[in-house]
């Protein structure tokens, strides 16, 4: 079975522009959680999404936010990109979304200059 | 809210050695607990993990954690290491009523040939 896949995998923007980075889920799963890791640190919660309906959302400005469709993959968007948003985004998806497993993708690595 | 401390940076260890890396959480509620890998650009694997039940978890590549709840703590062990462990870990909780996982800021672990 095909794991989480991220697409795409690099991407370099500026500062002030807007990316969308896309997520799908293992088959069957209905959760997604969104995660950055900043270099050298842990992966910081970002969004939960189940059932396309949010549930949670960490400690990130409004300048982030996402959505879910029908077919349980998921977007990402981060407006006004500043130099402190370039990380590793993370996707990780679950069954249910509570006490469950989080099965991680490979990442986009985002890169702001 | 939860939070995880991962108390070493980096652990250098001789190949065929034992290793333990530690990991202590705080969190007002019971609470899931997970270690994860991360080898270089690479999204996270699931080591293993404690949800109930026995409070020692074996889990892949010969890995085990044992979860104490009066010392807060789920260390991780190894009896003999292998080039092939040289990676990142993670240790993450999450509260069992809830979906969020918070990570430590990760363990770098150099297998010595």
């Known amino acids: 079975d095909a794991g989480v896949t991220q697409s795409p995998t690099h991407l370099i923007k500026t500062r002030g522009q807007h990316v969308t980075l896309r997520c799908s889920p293992i088959?069957?799963?209905?959760?997604v959680s969104w995660y950055q890791q900043v270099l050298g640190q842990g992966p910081q919660f970002i969004f939960q999404?189940?059932?396309?309906?949010?549930?949670g959302r960490g400690n990130f400005p409004d300048r982030f936010s996402a959505r879910q469709f029908p077919n349980y993959s998921s977007e990402l968007n981060v407006n006004a990109l500043l130099l402190g948003d370039s990380a590793l985004y993370l996707c990780?998806?679950?069954?249910?979304?509570?006490?469950?497993?989080?099965?991680f993708g490979p990442g986009t690595r985002l890169t702001v200059l | 809210a939860q939070s995880v401390t991962q108390l070493d940076s980096q652990v250098p260890v001789f190949e065929e050695a034992p290793v333990e890396l530690r990991c202590n959480y705080s969190s007002s509620v019971s609470v899931y607990l997970f270690w994860y890998v991360q080898y270089p650009n690479q999204g996270l694997q699931l080591l293993l993990k404690?949800?109930?039940?026995?409070?020692l978890v074996k889990g892949i590549n010969g890995f085990e954690a044992e979860f104490n709840k009066s010392q807060t703590s789920f260390h991780l062990r190894k009896p003999s290491v292998h080039i092939s462990d040289t990676a990142e870990y993670f240790c993450a909780v999450s509260a069992n009523t809830g979906n969020q996982f918070y990570f430590g800021t990760g363990t770098s672990l150099t297998v010595i040939p």
């Open positions: 990780a998806s679950s069954w249910a979304g509570r006490e469950d497993t989080q099965y």
């Open positions: 088959s069957g799963h209905k959760s």
């Open positions: 999404y189940y059932e396309k309906e949010e549930r």
């Open positions: 404690y949800l109930s039940g026995s409070t």
